[in-house]
């Protein structure tokens, strides 16, 4: 693969699934990668940023026809199937204010996500949840993550996901290394940051706030010089980058 060096990578897209309740498209998407050859790619040790266990990703994202009914399902899963969920680590979810659902499960690896996924009670409980959708669902699956600020935090009151491209990851790695150490006293509102990258350059990133008038006042705040001299690499380096902001996140422990 030439996207990025002798990158070892394979994506699986996969529109064959229908079914399961509401009858929806489901968009698959699944992205692996050999994290040594990555790591030597970018430039960057496994460990920087407070990247150094190994997570496999699920992210499940669609527009929501009944938020009520898909509240109760969310409920319904903590009580019901995450007691016997193996290796799960934990996940955020919630909708966006203008009714866009996004679902983010961290799992110990793919085995135990896929093992999970086998689960008859898991699947005749997706089927009940997708009928609370009001359109196809896209999935994303990987084993490309980069756990920064100790990756996600059960405490956050405000979560926003971002989605966008990324040109050249070594520059953002540069930033995450810097931002990190710059954080504790310019952005002491950020406690935990994940990114999924769902193929070579596309990514989804979740920022995990204290609150949402934290981060709103902690936005305005000029950054330290360091940090301001690789703004511009970044910014150049992202594109088609989308806000989704979760107001009232849920957050459910491993």
Known sequence: METIGDLVWSVLTDMAFTQLGGGHWRRVSRYSVDRRTRDAETRRPSSAGGRGLDVFVQIIEGRVADP???RRQMQRWVDELRPQAVGFLGSTNGITPDGVAIFVARFESAEAAQANSNRPEQGAWWADTE??????VTFWETTDVDLLRGGGSDAAG???VMKGSASDRAVIAELDAVFSAHAPTWRPDVIGRLRAWTSPTDYVEVMYFTSEAEARANERRDPPAELADHFDA????????????????VLVPG
């Open 68 to 70: 009520a009914a898909l």
């Open 131 to 136: 009928t609370c959708f009001a359109g196809p």
């Open 158 to 160: 405000f979560v926003q």
């Open 234 to 249: 970044y910014q150049a380096s992202m594109s088609d980058v989308t806000y989704l902001d979760l107001p009232e996140p």
